[in-house]
């Protein structure tokens, strides 16, 4: 299993802030020479990661203090030219919010040339309020998508003549792009799925396939994969195509990684400060799964669900979210074997894309954090083997 240092890199300073942690948070909340000091040590940290043998991965998000990332691939360049060893995941790329993909063709083939073939990328369909700032229509949202989507995939792996681009959202005259990537055809390409019938369009692609928070949910999203991608390529799909996203907080006594982890809980508790306005602007989301929202209670959408079958509440605990495999705590026995049992639980994935800093969890904490992970965890991580899938969920999908 391969671990991938991630931080949202949030301005937490902001978090004191009654209301709205998107969209309508006034600027002035934001100490321009706080967020300077606060990325810089972001970046500190993914650096620390490198040196310790972990990958690192980087999101984007707009018009919020909990994530300052608003360019993934500004940050994958700085670390691609900063960086010796990890390879580098932008995940992800807002595909459809973008008004000029061939500008993203260009971005990802500069970061793979930095770093000399080390990046991975990640298409995604973005959040619902980030429609409010990129100006797009929520109506044929997945149309303009997949249409960048092949644009992007048609400029990366081009090896002969210029080409033009006439599509039904996107027109150019000319696509020629300098320079190309080192990795052909392309850098690997990553999405993201929620339900087993999003995770078997990406098997059917072939592409590495996760899923974020989702406990046990990520069993059927990785089956459904699995046999798409058996039924397209007439064999099993290996478990370096599957990732699952969560939050660890590690440290050598178990009272202090449970302090950590209630440091790193305001990501839950800020994820959930943003005006129904903004949530599913009509257009957005899919008829089903509108309705399915609707039949599942409505409003405060998906939820995991712990053991006992219930969801997580919105202010859970930190063992509730523990028992929900969105969280990993303790002490580096500990965090193994929760980690052991849920890759077993889920089926079997090849990474793990780990929140190892997030909310109001400071460097030094962050630091000892990653360094026990890469040290006492990753290594035992590294023996996972691929878990034989129970015959009688063979029918999900």
Not at 131 to 139: A, D, G, H
Not at 152 to 158: D, E, R, S, Y
Not at 224 to 247: I, K, S, V, W
Not at 258 to 285: C, H, I, V
Request: charged fraction near 20%; aromatic fraction near 10%; hydrophobic fraction near 40%.
């Amino acid at each position: 299993m391969d671990i991938w240092q991630f931080s949202e890199q949030a301005y937490y300073p902001a978090f004191e802030v009654p209301g709205n942690m998107r969209v309508t948070l006034p600027q002035s909340e934001c100490d321009p020479v706080e967020a300077g000091k606060l990325l810089n040590r972001y970046l500190d940290e993914y650096m620390l990661a490198d040196e310790l043998g972990l990958n690192i991965m980087i999101n984007e998000h707009h018009a919020a203090a909990t994530c300052m990332s608003t360019s993934c691939m500004t940050t994958l360049a700085i670390l691609a030219r900063q960086t010796k060893k990890a390879r580098l995941l932008a995940l992800g790329i807002p595909l459809a919010n973008r008004s000029n993909p061939l500008r993203v063709a260009e971005e990802i083939a500069m970061a793979d040339c930095l770093s000399g073939g080390r990046t991975e990328i990640g298409f995604v369909k973005g959040a619902s309020y980030e429609l409010f700032m990129s100006n797009r229509q929520p109506t044929g949202f997945m149309d303009r998508f997949w249409e960048a989507y092949d644009l992007i995939m048609a400029a990366l792996t081009n090896e002969g003549d210029n080409f033009s681009w006439e599509g039904e959202h996107f027109h150019y005259r000319t696509a020629s792009l300098w320079p190309r990537p080192i990795q052909q055809p392309t850098p690997p390409i990553w999405m993201t799925a929620s339900s087993a019938s999003s995770a078997a369009v990406y098997g059917k692609m072939g592409t590495v396939c996760t899923t974020f928070l989702s406990g046990s949910v990520a069993r059927s999203v990785f089956l459904g994969y699995r046999q798409a991608y058996a039924a397209q390529f007439g064999h099993q799909a290996n478990r370096d195509r599957l990732g699952y996203l969560c939050l660890v907080a590690c440290a050598n006594d178990r009272s202090e990684a449970f302090k950590r982890a209630e440091q790193m809980k305001s990501y839950f508790a800020t994820a959930a400060r943003l005006e129904p306005t903004f949530r599913n602007p009509l257009g957005f989301n899919p008829v089903e799964a509108n309705v399915k929202m609707l039949m599942s209670g409505g409003g405060g959408g998906f939820r995991p669900l712990m053991r006992n079958g219930k969801p997580v509440p919105p202010d859970g605990s930190i063992e509730e979210y523990m028992d929900a495999g969105l969280y990993f705590v303790g002490t580096p026995d500990d965090v193994y074997e929760q980690i052991a049992r849920f890759h077993d639980d889920v089926g079997g994935f090849g990474h793990l894309l780990m929140m190892g800093q997030a909310g109001e969890l400071d460097h030094a904490a962050t630091a000892d954090n990653l360094t026990l992970i890469a040290q006492e965890v990753a290594p035992r991580l590294k023996e996972l083997q691929e878990v034989e899938l129970d015959a009688r969920y063979e029918g999900v999908g």
